[in-house]
């Protein structure tokens, strides 16, 4: 093992040289843009929460996929705001592990979440006859649990083996704590790290989507031999899942390619949009498009706004 330093902070070089007027216009987008999550995300789960008419298995997990933008937004955006208003790129170490375990947690969460949801869907239109005896109040809960849980430990292992690294460096191109930059770091050995971090890829991502892709193959041919309104109902429920999936999925690829191949060359400014944009636009997508396009929560939200404007 090679001797390294005991760093009490890490570099992210990741921002740009900007002046102080942009820095100040980038937190206020910044702050708008968290506000919004934090007001659209949470508004949503008070819906859920309180009416009846929403207590089913999906509207419980697009609950828990609401959460889980708050959680993984919180892990971000509140560090992007102190940097950017102090111009000061340095974070502590501690901090640096924190953020990156609740950013990866979020990431494996919202990938367990999405596979579940496809789970329920593929129930709700193969077999609609036994969907309530499947898909159950106990069982939606213990899922729900399920995926939390699994996606904490699973990375609470690898998160052991990382905090154990003596880092040879402290400079990461980077706007956030990124844990395969922070084992590149280090000076000791790290093919266990590396192992046994492909292992929860898979497990976390690999896997879900492999179920997602099943659930939805399975859908398809159910709904070929459905008639037309049947057809448009069944596929307008799936389509919010559909574009939430590819849009957070298209994220992570394009984040891990270019994270991973630090030879491909591209502007500083579309390196930062390419790895925060899984975790900036999907916290802001999924409310947009499962209060728009669901019209159940679309019809409970017009009834709270009636109901709020009556009363006043």
């Given at each position: 093992?090679?001797?390294?330093?005991?760093?009490?902070?890490?570099?992210?070089?990741?921002?740009?040289?900007?002046?102080?007027?942009?820095?100040?216009?980038?937190?206020?987008?910044?702050?708008?843009?968290?506000?919004?999550?934090?007001?659209?995300?949470?508004?949503?789960?008070?819906?859920?929460?309180?009416?009846?008419?929403?207590?089913?298995?999906?509207?419980?997990?697009?609950?828990?996929?609401?959460?889980?933008?708050?959680?993984?937004?919180?892990?971000?955006?509140?560090?992007?705001?102190?940097?950017?208003?102090?111009?000061?790129?340095?974070?502590?170490?501690?901090?640096?592990?924190?953020?990156i375990f609740c950013l990866y947690t979020y990431a494996m969460?919202?990938?367990?979440?999405?596979?579940?949801?496809?789970?329920?869907?593929?129930?709700?239109?193969?077999?609609?006859?036994?969907?309530?005896?499947?898909?159950?109040?106990?069982?939606?809960?213990?899922?729900?649990?399920?995926?939390?849980?699994?996606?904490?430990?699973?990375?609470?292992?690898?998160?052991?083996?990382?905090?154990?690294?003596?880092?040879?460096?402290?400079?990461?191109?980077?706007?956030?704590?990124?844990?395969?930059?922070?084992?590149?770091?280090?000076?000791?050995?790290?093919?266990?790290?590396?192992?046994?971090?492909?292992?929860?890829?898979?497990?976390?991502?690999?896997?879900?989507l492999t179920l997602i892709l099943y659930s939805y193959t399975?859908?398809?041919?159910?709904?070929?031999?459905?008639?037309?309104?049947?057809?448009?109902?069944?596929?307008?429920?799936?389509?919010?899942?559909?574009?939430?999936?590819?849009?957070?999925?298209?994220?992570?690829?394009?984040?891990?390619?270019?994270?991973?191949?630090?030879?491909?060359?591209?502007?500083?400014?579309?390196?930062?949009?390419?790895?925060?944009?899984?975790?900036?636009?999907?916290?802001?997508?999924?409310?947009?498009?499962?209060?728009?396009?669901?019209?159940?929560?679309?019809?409970?939200?017009?009834?709270?706004?009636?109901?709020?404007?009556?009363?006043?």
């Amino acid at each position: 093992m090679e001797n390294g330093a005991n760093f009490t902070y890490i570099r992210l070089t990741g921002y740009l040289n900007l002046d102080f007027k942009m820095n100040y216009f980038l937190f206020a987008v910044i702050t708008v843009l968290y506000s919004t999550i934090i007001f659209a995300n949470s508004f949503l789960i008070g819906v859920i929460c309180s009416a009846k008419a929403l207590h089913k298995p999906m509207y419980l997990f697009l609950c828990s996929l609401f959460v889980n933008e708050l959680y993984g937004s919180t892990a971000l955006f509140p560090s992007l705001q102190v940097n950017l208003i102090l111009n000061n790129n340095e974070i502590s170490l501690i901090y640096c592990y924190l953020q990156i375990f609740c950013l990866y947690t979020y990431a494996m969460i919202e990938f367990c979440n999405l596979a579940v949801m496809s789970f329920d869907r593929f129930v709700s239109i193969c077999y609609p006859l036994q969907y309530n005896r499947i898909m159950t109040p106990f069982r939606v809960g213990v899922l729900i649990a399920l995926v939390w849980s699994y996606c904490f430990i699973q990375f609470l292992i690898l998160f052991s083996f990382n905090s154990k690294l003596q880092l040879c460096g402290n400079i990461m191109d980077k706007v956030w704590c990124d844990n395969y930059l922070l084992v590149k770091l280090a000076c000791s050995k790290t093919s266990l790290n590396n192992t046994y971090g492909i292992y929860v890829n898979v497990m976390t991502a690999m896997i879900p989507l492999t179920l997602i892709l099943y659930s939805y193959t399975r859908i398809l041919r159910i709904c070929l031999s459905f008639t037309k309104e049947a057809k448009q109902k069944a596929l307008s429920t799936c389509a919010p899942h559909i574009i939430s999936l590819l849009n957070f999925s298209l994220g992570c690829f394009f984040e891990t390619i270019q994270s991973r191949f630090d030879n491909i060359r591209m502007p500083a400014l579309l390196r930062i949009i390419i790895s925060v944009y899984f975790l900036m636009f999907q916290p802001v997508l999924s409310p947009i498009m499962y209060g728009i396009r669901l019209k159940n929560i679309r019809q409970v939200c017009k009834n709270l706004v009636v109901s709020k404007v009556g009363i006043t």
